[in-house]
């Protein structure tokens, strides 16, 4: 499934169980030097950095670099630390960053991105429910203040969204649900017969059935990508997308 996304500029969002091949022919398109920077966090790369560096190193220099997992390193400390590693790495303007994880790296990702050397490329490949179907999507980029939340950030649109459905396979329960609270926001501001699907199917979702969870996967990406389309930078009808947040 692909769902185009038209800001300025435009992208797309790729939607697979695990359809990684598909997706280095996509970023292959992006990357002139062949270097690819991941930046991921800790819980991530222990469960997927060797198996995704097999599967990428095929076809590209992969540099990795990992942060440490939770909310609170979402901050300027950790995005100047990625900042210095990308130098000292040899990152210019045609590099390619791949922000691997949830909406803490995406959102640290995208800000990094947006302010490498004025402004590098960088891809979504969201791995938890809640970033899959919001963060990953619409270009927020942001990290917090001690005074509060995303005070410093940039709105800077991805070149793509992978978004791979088999990464859920190992998402704590927790976190799933976090996941279905987004899922039903995108229900309730905009769509009945969605609702319906999300009542009808409530033992399915817990069970996480796959095709039940690329359905609301699918549904939510569309949604969301009609919004950030019509209203990239939260002028009037992108706030609701902040229902609940
Ligand atoms: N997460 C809300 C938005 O992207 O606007």
Not at 110 to 137: K, W
Not at 143 to 170: C, E, M
Not at 233 to 238: A, I, K, L, V, Y
Request: hydrophobic content about 40%.
């Amino acid at each position: 499934m692909i769902i185009p996304v038209n800001t300025r500029p435009p992208y797309k969002i790729f939607i697979s169980p695990w359809n990684v091949s598909h997706t280095i022919f996509h970023i292959k398109k992006y990357v002139p030097d062949n270097q690819l920077f991941i930046i991921t966090n800790t819980t991530v790369a222990n469960l997927y950095r060797r198996k995704l560096d097999l599967l990428f190193k095929r076809h590209f220099k992969t540099l990795w670099i990992t942060i440490p997992d939770g909310e609170r390193h979402k901050n300027l400390a950790t995005c100047e630390k990625i900042l210095v590693q990308l130098s000292k790495l040899g990152a210019n303007r045609s590099s390619c960053l791949l922000a691997l994880g949830g909406g803490v790296v995406g959102d640290i990702t995208g800000f990094v991105a947006s302010t490498y050397m004025r402004g590098i490329r960088y891809f979504q490949m969201p791995t938890t429910l809640l970033a899959q179907v919001d963060a990953s999507i619409g270009g927020k980029t942001g990290v917090d203040l001690p005074t509060g939340k995303n005070l410093v950030g940039t709105f800077y649109q991805p070149s793509a969204v992978f978004i791979h459905t088999n990464f859920l396979k190992t998402l704590p329960d927790r976190e799933f649900r976090c996941g279905l609270a987004e899922i039903i926001k995108y229900a309730l501001i905009r769509d009945q017969k969605f609702w319906g699907f999300l009542q009808d199917n409530v033992t399915k979702i817990r069970q996480r059935n796959a095709h039940v969870t690329t359905k609301m996967i699918t549904t939510c990406c569309k949604i969301k990508a009609q919004i950030v389309t019509a209203d990239e930078r939260e002028q009037g009808q992108r706030m609701i997308l902040n229902l609940g947040h």
